[in-house]
């Protein structure tokens, strides 16, 4: 069982340039997650899925893109690099029930110079 | 709104000693409340959780943490520091009825030899 794979696993961009993080899961969990994370700061929700075709906002939502066409895959596309998106970003999915825990890739390390 | 505070960026303990990590959240309706680790260069792994029932939760490793709602906390506990154990800790909470984690800030154990 691969998991929660994330790819890249460290990305440089410039400011401006456009790029997306992708994040594949084979457990068939309906729900998916972006965090980022940033030090000091935990990690916050930028966007999540609970299925095929349905997107929704987390807490810091702003500069990203996503969108979810199969189970399987759920990327995340940044528009326009700024500085403040150098983060270390990670990919989740969960069965969707009340208890149930978070699988998580092992994380996209991005700079934006 | 829901948050968490977890209280100490950095605790270094001795082998042996005991581990105790902080942990204070709040919520307006009863809360399910999670532990995760992440180790070097690694995504979140679960360590325990309360949902419902015995307020006292033991996880994986030897950790265990105890629910106490007339303090709002959730303090994670490990009666011997061993070597393995230096990662970062996160407190998370969600609402019971809820499909979106809350993360605390993060808490970064070293262990000394």
């Known amino acids: 069982n691969a998991g929660v794979t994330q790819t890249p696993k460290f990305r440089i961009l410039k400011i401006g340039q456009s790029m997306t993080l992708q994040c594949a899961q084979d457990?068939?969990?309906?729900?998916m997650y972006w965090y980022r994370q940033d030090p000091g700061m935990g990690l916050k929700l930028i966007y999540y899925?609970?299925?095929?075709?349905?997107?929704d906002k987390g807490e810091v939502p702003n500069g990203y893109n996503v969108s979810r066409s199969t189970t399987e895959d759920f990327p995340l596309r940044l528009e326009l690099a700024a500085p403040s998106q150098t983060s270390v970003y990670f990919c989740?999915?969960?069965?969707?029930?009340?208890?149930?825990?978070?699988?998580f890739g092992s994380g996209t390390q991005l700079s934006v110079l | 709104a829901q948050s968490v505070t977890q209280l100490g960026s950095h605790v270094s303990v001795s082998e042996g000693a005991l581990v105790l990590l902080r942990c204070n959240y709040s919520?307006?309706?009863?809360?399910?409340l999670f532990w995760y680790v992440q180790y070097p260069n690694q995504g979140l792994q679960l360590l325990l959780k309360?949902?419902?029932?015995?307020?006292l939760v033991k996880g994986i490793n030897g950790f265990e943490a105890e629910f106490k709602k007339s303090e709002t906390s959730f303090h994670l506990t490990k009666p011997s520091a061993h070597m393995s154990d230096a990662a970062e800790y996160f407190c998370?909470?969600?609402?019971?009825?809820?499909?979106?984690?809350?993360f605390g800030g993060g808490t970064r154990v070293l262990v000394k030899p």
């Open positions: 989740a999915s969960s069965t969707g029930t009340l208890v149930e825990k978070l699988f």
């Open positions: 457990m068939n969990h309906n729900y």
């Open positions: 899925s609970v299925g095929a075709g349905i997107t």
């Open positions: 919520s307006s309706v009863p809360p399910y």
């Open positions: 309360y949902t419902t029932g015995a307020t």
């Open positions: 998370a909470v969600r609402k019971a009825a809820g499909n979106k984690l809350t």
